[in-house]
């Protein structure tokens, strides 16, 4: 097992700690501290995090997991933490609880670390911390939780003790406590701590709703908005019908890749914590808990597959392909250089399939090809954007992907390229089909789309190559004025040709 000692760094000095309570007068230097790990001084629960990881190595092992629990709690926490290594150094911190802590150990309070986690894992995680003086955790055999943990306490401190926790089980130990600090608990748990006893602190919880639909990531649904693509390049525009069914396809496909980017971030979350933006993610930061995630994947399954159907079979086998695609990927096809980015192109060609069967139009195969080549170059910018960025950090790896620092300039090549070969494939599909299917006033109009697409395509990777470039090229595009002003222009230029302008 994997494990740091580095110290927390100190709170900053503008961190709103806690709201004061009545029992703060209770309490004085002579009365120790006593903090919650999971959910209180870390904002995550080490038995999910090394469950989940033991099992993402393996789905199988969950079987073995139902076995150990036959064993007891605390015996899977022991064989999880003797299995699975933990960065103990980029774990979530509670940094406003770390902030009080650490103030109280400066006026010359004990302060304890008292948790249901294995002590192996406690006393790792401790040593990130230099106000803990001792620590109490679970041993293999005891499960130092709720009324356990309660008489440990006692026992140690019958003078009584401050105890800073968040969950229901912590109720037995706020009763014996000295004083009560609340730590981002539920409101009907901290109604029922507030009568447990004296009020030391009050630390607010944040919203999870928030944190949910921050990572469910409903910005990126503009992605999804190619399912409308085959619809109005094929000549339906003017069918409701066919409006109706593509509306439903961009809902599943919408549903579906928010709950994969669930499914993304529970199999990333080590590696996001490493990352220089991805650790803010709402699992990874710890702001959603990894147990919530968990709950929505098969809701989020079956509302995508559910709507699916009303579309048609073809539909739910597109969905399925996207679904199983896109967890190869998270399990192993992402840290396949090259072949990561090739399947991000298929993925979003997955969405123009869709888009073909709900609208039940014939589409040129040219669109397929110039997908291909479109969303491969943004997907390598993606990857040379994070190439670049971990390379200015020294890094010669990138955190969870096959690429090295030195493989800048063959991204570059291959992302450049890539992005010419649409525009080619553009010019090609506009002489071959567009201009002979018949579904347009003045297709000269068409013309506009080549070069805006290369003015594009020559922006998003100067701006890479300059490191000034979200680390999603699409979700960038939809913020930047230029490139909004530029979809705008294809659009005009896409009505035109469709109402016959100048003709």
Known sequence: MTTHSRPAPPASPDIAVAQAGTGAEATGPDTPLVLDLDGSLIRCDLLHETALAYVRRNPLRIFVLARWLLEGRAAVKRKLAERVSVDVDFLPVNEELAAFATEAKANGRTVVLATAADVFLASAIARRFPFIDKVVASDGVT????????????????????????????????????????????????????????????????SVARAFAKAARPHQWAKNALVFAPLILGGHLADPAAWVNALIAFVAISILASTTYLLNDLFDLPEDRL???????????????????????????????????????IA??????????????????????????????VLFTLRLGLGITAAQVVVSPWLLVFSMFLFSSLSFAKRHTEIERMATLGERKVAGRGYLSSDGPLILA?????????????????????????????????????????????????????????????????RDRASVALGAVMAAAFLAAWFGLGA
């Open 414 to 478: 291959m992302g450049v390229s890539s992005g010419l070969a649409a525009v080619m494939i553009m010019v090609l599909y506009l002489i071959n089909d567009a201009f002979q299917a018949g579904l347009y006033q003045n297709s000269v109009w068409l013309w506009a789309f080549p070069p805006v697409l290369f003015l594009w395509i020559g922006r998003i990777w100067l701006l890479c190559q300059r490191g000034e470039l979200n680390d999603d090229p699409v979700a960038f595009a939809v």
């Open 316 to 345: 739910v086998v597109i969905l399925l392909a996207y679904l199983l695609l896109t967890v190869a990927y998270s399990m192993s096809l992402k840290r396949q250089p090259i072949l990561d980015a090739f399947t991000l192109a």
């Open 275 to 313: 990352h220089w933006s991805k650790r803010h993610r709402p699992l990874a930061s710890g702001r959603l808990p990894v147990l919530y995630a968990i709950a929505a994947l098969p809701v989020g399954f079956l509302l995508s597959f559910g709507l699916g159907a009303l579309i048609g079979a």
């Open 143 to 206: 499960n130092i939780k709720g009324a356990a943990k309660a008489d440990k306490l006692a026992e140690l401190y019958p003078d009584g003790f401050a105890y800073a926790g968040d969950s229901a089980a912590d109720l037995a130990v706020w009763r014996r406590a000295k004083s009560v600090v609340i730590v981002e608990a539920r409101g009907s748990v901290e109604r029922d701590a507030r009568q447990a006893g004296p009020v030391e602190a009050v630390f607010p919880r944040k």
